[in-house]
């Protein structure tokens, strides 16, 4: 085994803690990655604290970017050296229909998760809130030159969150596309829906971000509390993304999408009250999705690098992660924190 240095929670605590964390030996098809930057996803916070579920203590990270130290035999891709960059799932079966569809992240299986659960024999990943990570190449991605790795790093997780249901619903030119809740996740969707060529509208329930708005690309600002506001949108859009990471009200954002309109709810995994009346009218659909496959992710990357687009980041030394995801639990972040994880060597 290795043995690198991370942060672990303990009893659903906020105040990791830094400790010894055992990497496995390299297998054939491994690469050792150095970690750099690992952004801080809302994910992350409700992991800890057994939110959804009580996985125990954890050493959280899903979204990283780091510098290959090491290289297994049979490792193709990538040498030392070479900058990669490493999203939410770390392995998966590679034969059933979800793998060969190119959407290992839903892997019949379970695919192994950068922190949770490892496929292979039950056991417990750890993420990348550490110094070294260990995995297959395959599960790996070149980091386009010219991004910014740390600003870099949100794309595997929030990014890719963003992007997949985009592309799902053909977003480019003369769609009309919302990004509801202005966050880590929707910031991202901004940015990538205008790239795209859509005319994009944030939707929010107060105007106080609406010069962000038009910086990251929007069109504009429609304010949720405002009935009129709401009354004129009606119908109006292909898609919209609902990046609320909390409980809210889900039908009068159906009400603002157009014929054969699609509202992906990417924020809030729980339960929601809805008539089904509320999607008849309007063919309208109701979809999720969260992060991606290996080809997604590719080819969200090769966007990025060509368009010069990452994650708007406060980086912070890892030894302050505590206050991140504290910060995070208030929304006080733009738009994403990322660790600065080189204080652990
Ligand atoms: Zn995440
Ligand atoms: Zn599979």
Redesign the pocket.
């Known amino acids: 085994m290795r043995t690198t240095t991370g942060w672990r929670s303990h009893d659903h605590s906020t105040d990791l803690r830094r400790v010894p964390v055992k990497r496995r030996d390299l297998r054939e098809d491994d690469i050792a990655v150095r970690v750099d930057y690992c952004g801080v996803c809302h994910s992350d916070l409700h992991r800890i604290r057994g939110t959804l579920f009580d996985e125990g203590d954890l050493v959280p990270g899903h979204e990283f970017t780091g510098t290959v130290t090491a290289a297994g035999p049979a490792v193709t891709r990538f040498a030392a050296g070479d900058r990669v960059a490493v999203g939410t799932i770390v392995d998966?079966?590679?034969?059933?229909a979800?793998?060969q569809a190119g959407q290992?992240n839903f892997?019949?299986?379970g695919a192994t998760s950068t922190y949770g659960l490892n496929r292979r024999d039950g056991s417990k990943t750890d993420g990348g809130y550490s110094r070294e990570y260990v995995l297959r190449e395959t599960f790996a991605y070149p980091l386009p030159p010219g991004l910014d790795p740390a600003a870099a790093a949100p794309l595997m997780c929030a990014g890719i969150t963003m992007w997949e249901p985009m592309r799902v619903a053909g977003v480019g030119p003369g769609r009309q596309v919302a990004v509801a809740g202005l966050g880590g996740l929707g910031h991202l969707g901004v940015k990538l829906a205008a790239a795209l060529g859509a005319e994009v509208t944030v939707l929010s329930r107060t105007p106080d971000k609406t010069d962000d708005a038009l910086k990251l690309g929007a069109a504009g600002l429609l304010v949720t509390t405002d009935g009129e506001q709401l009354k004129q949108a009606s119908g109006r859009f292909d898609l919209i993304l609902d990046t609320i990471s909390a409980p809210h009200d889900v039908p009068p954002l159906l009400s603002l999408l157009g014929l054969d309109g699609t509202l992906s709810l990417l924020g809030y995994p729980g339960e929601i009250p809805l008539r089904i009346m509320d999607l008849i009218y309007g063919r309208k659909k109701l979809t999720s999705s969260g992060t991606g496959g290996r080809k997604g992710t590719a080819d969200l990357l090769a966007f990025c690098g060509e368009h010069g687009i990452a994650a708007d980041i406060e980086l912070l030394p890892s030894s302050q992660v505590q206050q991140a995801l504290e910060r995070l639990a208030d929304g006080d972040v733009r738009y994403r924190f990322v660790l600065d994880v080189s204080d652990l060597d």
Do not use: D, I, K
């Open positions: 998966s079966c590679g034969v059933c979800m793998c290992e892997c019949l299986q």
